[in-house]
């Protein structure tokens, strides 16, 4: 009797492992494949603000930079990819007020310009961010390098 009882408790335990191979789980957006890298101009009132960053596809990158006296936030994503070039999500701040609300943009050709009001134009550039690269050392050591 206590045998059938551990039997049934071992069966159970083992159940997960009888039923098959778990479905794979989707790989993550932030994959390296999945990044880009993201240039802005900002120009206002006879200056320019440089900014840039990266960011996963999906996720919203804030770029922030000073020029004269403003302070000039960029709120960027990503939100496609296609071989013409990327779907792009924008909005813009300048001193902490709101200057352009989201609006969607295509960015063809790796830039593209935005009229964002109030004399300021936002040129953006979009693109595959760079993967750094493995250096291996050379030899014959498998071990070498670590």
């Known amino acids: 009797m206590a045998f059938a009882g551990l ?3 071992a ?4 159940a997960p492992l ?3 191979p778990a479905e794979a789980a989707p790989a993550a957006a932030t994959s390296a494949a999945a990044r880009v ?3 802005a101009n900002v120009a206002h ?10 960011s ?3 996720e919203t990158a804030t770029l922030r930079g000073q020029a004269g006296k403003h302070t000039h936030d960029l709120e960027v994503t990503v939100q496609s990819a296609d071989s013409d070039g990327f779907t792009v999500t924008l909005a813009y701040e300048r001193n902490g007020k709101r200057v352009l609300k ?5 960015v063809e050709g790796g830039a593209v310009q935005v009229k964002a009001g109030k004399g300021t134009l936002i040129t953006l550039e979009v693109a595959p961010a760079k993967r750094a690269r493995i250096v291996l050392p050379d030899g014959d ?5 670590l």
């Open 45 to 54: 009132a006879g200056t320019d603000a440089d900014l840039e960053g990266e």
């Open 7 to 9: 039997f049934a408790i």
């Open 11 to 14: 069966l159970a335990a083992a």
């Open 37 to 39: 890298a993201i240039k």
């Open 56 to 58: 996963a596809m999906g």
């Open 102 to 106: 989201s609006k969607v943009v295509e």
């Open 141 to 145: 050591d498998p071990l070498a390098g």
């Open 18 to 20: 009888l039923s098959g």
